[in-house]
């Protein structure tokens, strides 16, 4: 529950510490498409933000630099206590680490379809982070508990649901234990009837105080759950606030527009 939205302008107290994310003029070419013009924004500690926009206008790019899959040619990231300036050259190292503080949830899962449910959960915290086996194995069955799959532990992807699998998804992102959770429209390849499952794991998250970006185009999420939403337009966030002011009050048009299109389709 967000009862108590997360103060969105810390400043005053005790500054930029209360941020896990600033982004602060974050460029990104793909060839001659310029999609990230200049992209600035910050997340305060254990809030959930969400990204809307027009297809096209950079969303996974966002979350892609974040996360570092791509590499942005130009703007400041800070993520955590690790910033990365992205206008000079990154040492591999450095994108290690900074990698680290963030996990991903992608559009479609993308589990190893040839290992177990638990064997996909700590892949990363046994290989990656070289953590022992049998911790890793604790935390992934408390993970399962926490999205509801204790009973699937030894079961393969195929055999799983479209929104289970985005649930083992969730706990293998969780299980390297990053400081910030990335989604990348994770609802928007399952079945509606799905939907509810695992946006109900998401809220949960929300409400333990982990700290979201989540890309979506699941607006009544979005009104429940975001204590901040930017909508993407162009190569920049054209537009950001509460969801109270950025859902029901859109100032730009083209927000206006894209809402209505989200909201009445036909
Ligand atoms: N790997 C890539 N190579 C070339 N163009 C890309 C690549 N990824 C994204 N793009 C282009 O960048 C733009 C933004 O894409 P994306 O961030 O996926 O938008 P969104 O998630 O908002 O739909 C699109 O024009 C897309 O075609
Ligand atoms: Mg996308």
Redesign the pocket.
């Known amino acids: 529950m967000t009862d108590t939205p997360v103060p969105q302008n810390k400043s005053e107290s005790s500054g930029e510490a209360d941020n896990v994310v600033t982004v602060t003029g974050l460029q990104k070419s793909?060839?001659d498409?310029h999609?990230l013009r200049g992209i600035d924004f910050t997340v305060a500690a254990g809030s959930v933000t969400t990204i809307i926009?027009?297809?096209?206008?950079?969303?996974?790019?966002?979350l892609?630099a974040l996360n570092a899959l791509?590499v942005p040619d130009g703007g400041q990231i800070t993520i955590g206590d690790v910033t990365v300036d992205f206008g000079k050259t990154v040492p591999k190292s450095q994108l290690v680490i900074y990698r680290a503080q963030s996990g991903m949830v992608f559009q479609g899962h993308n589990l190893f379809p040839h290992k177990s449910v638990l064997e996909n959960i700590i892949e990363g915290p046994v290989i990656v982070q070289k953590r022992k086996r049998d911790e890793a194995v604790a935390d992934a069955e408390a993970l399962l508990i926490q999205v509801g799959l204790s009973d699937k532990r030894d079961q393969y992807p195929h055999q799983l649901s479209g929104g289970q699998q985005q649930r083992v998804g969730i706990a293998r992102a969780l299980a390297l234990k990053p400081r910030l959770m990335l989604f990348?429209e994770p609802t928007s390849a399952l079945d509606p009837e799905l939907v509810g499952e695992v946006l109900g794991v998401m809220k949960d998250l929300a409400t333990q105080g982990w700290t979201m970006i989540v890309?979506t185009h699941e607006i009544h999420f979005a009104q429940k759950v975001a204590d901040q939403v930017l909508f993407?337009d162009g190569g920049i966030v054209l537009e950001q606030g509460p969801p109270a002011e950025v859902l029901s009050k859109p100032k730009h048009q083209r927000t206006k527009q894209f809402l209505r299109r989200i909201l009445d389709p036909v």
């Open positions: 793909y060839g498409n999609v926009g027009p297809s096209g206008s950079g969303k996974t790019t966002i892609r791509d990348d890309v993407a």
